[in-house]
């Protein structure tokens, strides 16, 4: 039973029964994620001192070199997983290949692969607006004690296990599912603990937010510039309000609290849209249907695509059930047409 302000530690000791194949292995996992975030965190927080600090050189104040900081986070998420001997394989989208860690070695045990967009929405750090981290957790497909291989990566969104995101913003929160809803964790940087703050998060089933970046608008199918329409017209309930961060941990967070669509959809510039199925849809995709709301790439559930590749694009509308399923319709009526 999810507690409020029970600490993030407790709550993954008190629900570890839950897992399907509870060994503890998951628990020490995402505690892991944990601590990474936490240490990433700190780092994004200081972000707009970057410059103050390493004007001089290009060295910070340890005296190593500056990095960039989705650099920074995808090497932190990396250490601490490998360090700690936790997962057998990890996939980046900072990484052109997944990283097989003890693969020589035969007393790898562990059963786990994770994927991580370790930050997401880069771009807007410069500006100061909020950033995240992306998480995604399977159960190898090959045998234990064998080096993982491409098939462990390439599994369908849903055979996840868990997955969840960071969110670095007015205040920093852990989101996350294993299957058996989502919950909110807000950390308390004093003391360095997260608290269980949104237990039970729901998507509100019909919303009033439609986030899409509407610059590509020319370059929009027609079923999308027809959802828009219909979002923007005076009737009852609408127009619907229109909310783009560009970082879609944020706009997905904010939708999931407020009751919303977010969509990045093929266009004729990029046919399978911009967005990565395995370190950004299926994750949370995952989330959305845990959470009361769906994920479809306007005609297909994204959970049921079969990967093909590491770095595989797809198209995305996700969000409250309700808005979902509208968009959808527009999509498959401008395919009739
Ligand atoms: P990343 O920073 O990991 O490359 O992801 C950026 C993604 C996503 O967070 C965001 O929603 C989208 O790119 C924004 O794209 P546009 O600038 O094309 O709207
Ligand atoms: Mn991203
Ligand atoms: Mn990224």
């Known amino acids: 039973m999810a507690k409020k302000n029970q600490t993030l530690g407790e709550f993954i000791i008190e629900n570890q029964t839950e897992f399907k194949y509870s060994s503890g292995e998951l628990s020490r996992l995402i505690n892991s ?63 052109d290949d997944f990283i097989a860690i003890n693969s020589s070695d035969d007393k790898n045990q562990n059963k786990y692969v994770v994927l991580i967009d370790p930050l997401d929405g880069s771009s807007n750090i410069d500006v100061n607006v909020s950033v995240g981290t992306i998480f995604s957790i399977y159960r190898r497909v090959t045998p234990v004690g064998t080096p993982v291989t491409i098939d462990d990566f390439l599994q369908k969104g849903d055979q996840q296990v868990a997955a969840g995101y960071v969110i670095y913003g007015t205040s920093t929160m852990l989101v996350y599912t294993t ?47 027809d959802y828009i329409k219909y979002c923007q ?80 694009r797809v198209p995305i509308f996700c969000g409250s059930r309700k808005m979902v399923e509208k968009a959808k319709e527009f999509m498959k009526n401008s395919q009739e047409k």
């Open 179 to 225: 299957g058996h809803g989502v919950n909110g964790f807000t950390l308390n940087p004093a003391i360095g603990t997260f608290y269980l703050s949104h237990p039970n998060m729901q998507f509100p089933e019909v919303g009033r937010i439609y986030s899409i970046n509407e610059g590509n608008y020319a370059h929009f199918p027609q079923g999308v510039k």
């Open 33 to 95: 994620i944990r601590l990474a975030a936490k240490v990433v965190n700190h780092e994004v927080n200081k972000a707009g001192l970057v410059d103050i600090i390493g004007a001089a050189g290009e060295t910070n104040i340890q005296g190593e070199d500056q990095q960039k900081l989705d650099v920074y986070a995808n090497d932190k998420f990396i250490q601490t997983l490998t360090n700690r001997n936790i997962v057998c394989g990890i996939g980046s989208e900072e990484n």
């Open 233 to 312: 017209e005076e009737k009852e309930d609408r127009p619907y309000t229109s909310r783009y961060i560009g970082s879609l941990v944020s706009d997905f967070h904010r939708n999931l609290i407020k009751g919303g669509i977010y969509i990045y959809p093929q266009t004729s510039k990029a046919p399978n849209g911009k967005l990565r199925l395995l370190y950004e849809c299926n994750p949370m995709a995952y989330l959305a249907e845990q959470a009361n709301g769906l994920a479809t790439d306007g005609f297909q559930r994204i959970m049921d695509i079969k990967p093909t590749e590491l770095h595989q």
